[in-house]
């Protein structure tokens, strides 16, 4: 069954007003200029299967970075790792709890090329305290102008400028903001100054969670790569979704047309974090709470 997929994209400037990246933001209908978020876990994830599933990296960001919200839940689960490296960066949300376990988790991620960014940090001993572990890992601290004062997000390009970290200024709404940020030392800007969120939908072929957690099931017990098409081709919607999930990133790959050549390309491990990923988006963190209690997920090597 086809629906239509939600998400926006509001731009990240440079300092000389050309795109940069672009931020991706959960949307779930056409008509709202915002959107009602109830799990930060389940609107990342379907914002991540929106992009990989149904409309596509080429057409979201060109060649643009793709800034995504993380939480520290996905973050431990290593959702994320099925994503391009090159193209996306982890956005740490301002609420997450720093200690071991996470910052092994963003070692990881890291060691895989990734950038990383600070959300919505402000300015203060105990932001400053809580995220010192992670400053010699982030590329990228966001400054929201709505939490910092003008003496704060001054006295944050002093800090992050020693550190090699690169400012982005957030929510920039007049010209006056902008000249002192970049005056500051600012080197990338955010905001309704440039450009408000940007709809865009494209089209959506649903698959069931019971259809999901069946291909799940059976990667715990290691398929050969036969069964595993076999089975896959016994549930149309997985299949399809897999072949828009491989050929969403066109870059310097031919397109993948059979679900065969799809799970060679990808690997049976990351097929399995990507049907993870589409069971966070429809029932959020109840899903992985439930297995917690009873079996984690096997590690399946790449196939």
């Known amino acids: 069954m ?18 940069f990246a672009y931020e991706l933001l959960f949307r ?22 929106n992009v990989l599933n149904s409309i596509g ?59 990383l960014a600070l959300d919505d940090f402000i300015m203060n001993d105990e932001f400053l305290n809580r995220f010192e572990p992670l400053f010699k890992y982030i590329s990228y601290v966001k400054m929201d102008l709505a939490d910092n004062t003008s003496k704060a997000m001054t006295q944050a390009a002093k ?4 550190k090699n970290i690169k400012l982005l200024a957030e929510k920039v709404e007049d010209e006056e903001t902008f000249k002192h940020c970049k005056d500051a030392g600012y080197e990338y800007f955010q905001g309704f100054f440039f450009a408000k969120p940007e709809l865009v939908t494209g089209q959506k072929i649903d698959a069931t969670s019971a259809a999901i957690l069946q291909i799940i099931q059976l990667l715990h017990t290691r398929p050969t790569l036969e069964k595993l098409c076999k089975e896959l081709n016994k549930q149309p919607d997985i299949a399809a979704n897999l072949l828009q999930f491989v050929n969403s990133d066109v870059h310097n790959k031919p397109t993948i047309e059979t679900v065969k050549n799809a799970i060679v390309w990808v690997g049976m491990k990351k097929i399995q974090e990507w049907l993870k990923l589409m069971l966070y988006a429809r029932i959020g963190t109840i899903f992985e709470l439930k297995l917690n209690s009873t079996q984690r997920y096997a590690n399946i090597d790449d196939a």
């Open 159 to 162: 800090f992050f400028k020693k």
């Open 28 to 49: 779930d209908s056409p008509s709202s200029a915002t959107a009602i978020i109830a799990s930060d876990v389940q609107a990342t994830a379907q914002v991540l299967e």
């Open 2 to 19: 086809q629906s239509l997929a939600y998400l926006a994209r509001q731009p990240i400037l440079d300092r000389e007003g050309k795109i």
């Open 57 to 115: 990296l080429e057409r979201l960001v060109g060649g643009n970075k793709a800034f995504v919200n993380c939480s520290r839940e996905m973050l431990l689960d290593n959702l994320f790792g099925l994503l391009n490296p090159n193209t996306f960066v982890l956005e740490i949300l301002e609420d997450v709890t720093v200690d071991r376990a996470l910052i092994r988790a963003i070692e990881r991620y890291k060691s895989r090329g990734f950038e």
